[in-house]
């Protein structure tokens, strides 16, 4: 069985059906990982959405931000704009009850022990280990897949807390893991997340580093695959597997064999 990490989609559904071809999968034996974002922005998100639901336990999507943009939006939490026009199309359709139900019980986390691998959308902060990352995780996840979760949808957004305390609780709890694991990408010298930076690592104001890069760590040890970050680019080695490659921007589609030996496929996209 051969597992594949592939970048966000965001709706980029052509592109994805060229990667599958090259990399010759089969539902029946092989798995995707998917690193969220499945919509927005691209021009067939429910499309998208659609065959990767179709394609049930052969693969594992994590959510992304964008995915919780559509939650939020179907029930009129967030006030829409041109970032999010495409959303629209998902919303009107006849199956979109079922495809946001689909959605909304998605993990925020997914780990390996056989791989000793971890997915998450954005990032990790540096002072949880794999396990607490995994429980607090579930803590979130509970929330999403509760029957209350509108109203947490209605205070999602907000950069505060910027920073983990064990001592956090409610929704200000729930709100910084949601945070960490699907926005996050630079860390200040306190360990507080910054929302400012989008660019390259080397393009960041002083004093921030990325979330990888934070020292002492306590995941390290463990591959984390995540994607969220088109400006970082591919990176494969040892200890991260980064896939967002902004297929959506024009650029490429990245898929990466998971194993011993990894291996990067990759397809142009159209902008």
């Known amino acids: 069985m051969a597992q594949y990490a ?27 990982w ?25 693969v594992i999507a994590v959510l992304g931000n964008h995915d919780l943009h559509l939650l939020a939006l179907a029930h009129d939490v ?22 946001l139900e689909w959605l909304r019980h998605r993990p925020l986390a997914h780990y390996s022990d056989k791989l000793n691998t971890l997915m998450v959308h954005a990032g990790i902060p540096p002072n949880w280990t794999v396990e607490k ?35 956090l609780t409610g929704m200000d709890r ?20 910054d929302f400012t930076h989008t660019g390259p690592p080397d393009k960041a104001a002083a004093g921030l580093v990325p979330w990888f890069e934070a020292p002492n760590a306590r995941w390290r040890g463990t591959r984390i695959v995540f994607g969220h970050w088109s400006a970082l680019g591919l990176m494969v080695n040892e200890d991260l597997v980064a896939v967002d490659t902004g297929c959506v921007w024009g650029r490429k589609l990245s898929a990466v064999r998971l194993g011993k030996k990894a291996k990067t496929y990759q397809v142009q996209c159209a902008r």
């Open 6 to 32: 592939i970048g966000d989609l965001q709706g980029c559904y052509d592109p994805f059906l060229r990667l599958l071809d090259k990399i010759a999968f089969d539902p029946d034996k092989d798995r995707l």
């Open 34 to 58: 998917l690193t969220g974002d499945l919509v927005n922005r691209g021009p067939k998100s429910r499309k998208t959405l659609r065959f990767v639901r179709s394609l049930g336990d052969s």
């Open 78 to 99: 967030k006030v829409t704009n041109a970032r999010f026009d495409s959303l629209w199309k998902i919303l009107g359709g006849d199956d979109c009850d079922e495809l």
């Open 133 to 167: 990352t995994l429980a607090r995780s579930a803590e979130a996840e509970a929330v999403l897949q509760g029957d209350d979760y509108v109203d947490f949808l209605k205070v999602m957004y907000s950069n505060k807390p910027n920073k983990w305390s064990s001592k």
């Open 174 to 193: 729930i709100r910084y893991i949601i945070n960490a694991l699907t926005r996050m990408r630079m860390l200040d010298k306190k360990s507080r997340i």
